[in-house]
């Protein structure tokens, strides 16, 4: 019998280590699945309120493929801006996804957008200071060329939130940009925010609206 | 990149300078600058806040309209006068809960934080200002103050 003792005792250690090994590999596991226990659940058991990246639930077309195409390049910024932003929900978090993303659109200069057609301020369709009393300002608008004579052929408007713009808010801000209802109003929602970024690909819901 | 918030009045403010009165009474660093406001006036409604801009764009709208756009919302009664906001900037953003929490003190109105959800009377109106204030500026001196 105790010539089998150090068997037992590596056989011991052998498991002790087989069991370690076991509880790694769970715990790396469950850092690449994004698992954290204090994560909410919806109901039906399924992980809710965090996000990744972004997933388009609804994207209504204007039938223009340059509006369009613009449109799909401000949702891959917008998914750049919230894979890049701290983690978090309500109004901070809306204001900090909203000050990245005009700093980062301001940075790219996209062709017919602009540095200027970024957060412009306007008064009965001129381009007026930012901060002018009375002024409107749309969050971001395409023209039809280089400069700010050119005509408006969309203008953006970027929530942290569902709910849609009211009519007379639609209505303002064409008033302000001096634009008839041919120029369509796109919104985009962000309706979710990331939770544990690096860790896991969620989902943030976007839709876009064309009033 | 623009963020709305409301604040639901039994009746409006007599002024800039009432406003200016409640701003002052809660201690919040904010000098409105506008000479009127609404309905007298609508769109940017200029103020300074350490001696830079941080204006909001302000209109009156009805009572009405808010309930259809938020219909899941029990606003607890119907409200005469009802201040909308739309702000962007960090600044424009603590501008905008400054003012509409000294709104809503003045004529014990209350906030309405569409982002969050949030209907707050006016005393939680004050809490939600003096928490969310100071993380506002925190996160102002992170990202920078933005473009005037």
């Known amino acids: 019998m105790r010539a089998h003792e150090p068997d037992v005792i590596l056989a011991y250690s052998l498991a002790q280590l087989r069991l370690s090994l076991a509880f790694v590999a769970l715990e790396l596991l469950d850092i690449r699945a994004g698992f954290r226990p204090d994560q909410p659940r919806g109901c039906d058991g399924r992980w809710c309120g965090e996000g990744g990246s972004l997933t388009v639930v609804r994207k209504d077309r204007t039938g223009d493929p340059r509006i369009d195409a613009k449109t799909d390049e401000l949702l891959d910024v917008l998914n ?38 970024v957060e412009q301020s306007f008064v009965a369709g001129d381009i007026v200071r930012h901060g002018l009393s009375g002024s409107i300002r749309t969050d971001v608008l395409l023209r039809d060329g280089r400069t700010s004579a050119a005509p408006i052929r969309a203008i953006w408007d970027i929530k942290t939130g569902e709910t849609g713009l009211s009519p007379r808010r639609i209505r303002a801000l ?14 985009i929602h962000l309706l979710r925010g990331i939770s544990v970024k690096g860790r896991v690909s969620v989902t943030v819901a976007i839709g876009v609206v064309v009033a | 990149m623009s963020m709305e918030a409301y604040a639901l009045c039994p009746r409006p403010l ?30 940017h409604l200029p103020a300074l806040r350490r001696g830079r801009a941080s204006g909001f764009e302000c209109a009156l709208i009805p009572f009405p309209e ?14 005469p006068c009802v201040y ?23 004529v014990d109105g209350l906030a309405f934080y569409p982002e969050e959800g949030r209907l707050l009377t006016a005393d939680q109106a004050v809490r939600y200002a003096r928490e969310t204030v100071p993380a506002a500026e925190e996160l102002e001196r992170q990202l920078g103050p933005g473009p005037d």
């Open chain 1, 80 to 117: 750049e801006v919230v894979e890049s932003t701290e983690p978090g929900e309500g109004f901070l978090y809306g204001t900090r996804i909203h000050a990245r993303l005009a700093a980062r659109l301001r940075e790219l200069d996209l062709p017919g957008i602009g540095r200027h057609g």
């Open chain 1, 174 to 187: 064409r008033a302000g940009a001096g634009v008839d209802d041919s120029v369509p109003i796109i919104e």
């Open chain 2, 14 to 43: 007599a002024g800039v300078s009432d406003w200016q009165t409640g701003l002052d009474a809660l201690g919040f660093d904010l000098q409105l600058r506008g000479t009127a406001i609404p309905p007298a006036s609508s769109g």
């Open chain 2, 66 to 79: 808010l309930k259809d756009t938020y219909p899941e919302t029990d606003f607890a009664g119907s409200w």
């Open chain 2, 84 to 106: 909308a906001f739309w702000f962007g900037t960090i600044a424009e953003s603590i501008g905008a809960v400054m003012a509409i929490t000294a709104c809503v003190k003045l």
